[in-house]
T-cell receptor, first 115, second 111 residues
Framework: AQSVAQPEDQVNVAEGNPLTVKCTYS??????LFWYVQYPNRGLQFLLK??????LVKGSYGFEAEFNKSQTSFHLKKPSALVSDSALYFC?????????????FGDGTTLTVKP | DVKVTQSSRYLVKRTGEKVFLECVQD?????MFWYRQDPGLGLRLIYF???????EKGDIPEGYSVSREKKERFSLILESASTNQTSMYLC??????????FGDGTRLSIL
């Protein structure tokens, strides 16, 4: 079984400040981990992924995420938030042993960046 | 760029109707998915397909069926629409071990 938890429904930050959106996961084997962003009335867009290798993963729009195996976490970070980063963010996990590409998504975290 | 196209952005149907939602991808992906998205519930997987004519139930398959006759097309069918199926429906496709690419969604209202 695999599962994802995004413990915060909402994160508010001021423009220019660093942001963190939290994600913890549970899988039986080794994880594939993904972050996606969703803007209003649109589908999800891929931001970044962890498959193997470096624990710090860099992605689109200046976002990065750190894979921490001991804490089973994959928090999304950005050093300096922009108002345009305001959106709904989803973390997803897939057990590397499972078939196809079936991922489990978290419930999402709404990020609001205020000017 | 990968494109996943959902046939309708907005759809209004009546209770009891048979409803078809169509999804087409242009990148020859093996895997295709149907989700529904409801406020506070995140994304819930309805069905997915890993090959032509192959399908597996997701977390909430009741009241739905799917069809994949061609690799690029994955259809979601509501056999007899009910008001609790009013939702945003998202289609996605992916190659093995790669991120999913999503369509822009169909907002379905059942009256």
């Amino acid at each position: 079984a695999q599962s994802v938890a995004q413990p915060e429904d909402q994160v508010n930050v001021a423009e220019g400040n660093p942001l963190t959106v939290k994600c913890t996961y549970s899988v039986s084997g080794n994880p594939y981990l993904f972050w996606y962003v969703q803007y209003p009335n649109r589908g999800l867009q891929f931001l970044l992924k962890y498959i193997t290798g470096d624990n710090l993963v860099k992605g689109s729009y200046g976002f990065e995420a750190e894979f921490n195996k001991s804490q089973t976490s994959f928090h999304l970070k950005k050093p300096s938030a922009l108002v345009s980063d305001s959106a709904l963010y989803f973390c997803a996990v897939r057990d590397q042993r499972t078939n196809a590409g079936k991922s489990t998504f978290g419930d999402g975290t709404t990020l609001t960046v205020k000017p | 760029d990968v494109k996943v196209t959902q046939s309708s952005r907005y759809l209004v149907k009546r209770t009891g109707e048979k409803v078809f939602l169509e999804c087409v991808q242009d990148m020859d992906h093996e895997n295709m998915f149907w989700y529904r998205q409801d406020p506070g519930l995140g994304l819930r997987l309805i069905y997915f397909s890993y090959d032509v004519k192959m399908k597996e139930k997701g977390d909430i398959p009741e009241g739905y069926s799917v069809s994949r006759e061609k690799k690029e097309r994955f259809s979601l069918i509501l056999e007899s629409a009910s008001t609790n199926q009013t939702s945003m429906y998202l289609c996605a496709s992916a190659s093995f071990n790669q991120p999913q690419h999503f369509g822009d969604g169909t907002r379905l209202s059942i009256l």
